[in-house]
């Protein structure tokens, strides 16, 4: 049985996408499927993709990563910006935990065993929100 996460990387910033990709690839909870950094690329491909998780950045040009969110339909999706001002935003769609976005990559796969159920945990900036649709 295999009890990795299978996951989509989304940030149009590719420093960002490079060091994303990095940090979980280190993760064997995790296997990376495909980055993109383009959200209208990966809303094209999404449905021809298996996955369990989207991990985005929020703030991108044209289409931003709650716009991506809001498409897809029974995935765990991960913001990940440097903005606070989107943490609002995010948990109106649903967000139930924070991880500060520098090392913390791996309590993904925890939140994601968990079955989506909230953990309390202190937040700085930048952050991402794990979202369970």
């Known amino acids: 049985m ?14 960002g996408l490079a060091y994303l990709k990095m940090l979980c690839e280190q993760l064997p909870e995790l296997e990376v499927i495909k980055a993109f950094n383009d959200p209208e690329k990966l809303l094209a491909e999404m449905d021809a993709l ?5 991990i985005s950045d929020i703030e991108m040009p044209g289409i931003d990563g709650l716009t991506v969110a809001q498409k ?21 769609l649903e967000s139930r935990r924070l991880h500060h976005q520098t090392g913390q990559i791996g309590a993904v796969a925890e939140s994601g065993r968990q079955g989506g159920r909230a953990v309390p945990q202190t937040c700085r900036e930048p952050f ?3 979202q369970y649709r």
Do not use: H, N, W
């Open 128 to 130: 991402c929100s794990v």
């Open 72 to 92: 897809l339909q029974g995935k765990l999706v991960i913001f990940t910006t440097a903005y606070k001002e989107y943490a609002v935003d995010a948990f109106e």
């Open 50 to 54: 298996d996955f369990d998780l989207l």
């Open 2 to 15: 295999d009890t990795k996460l299978k996951c989509l990387l989304l940030d149009d910033e590719l420093p």
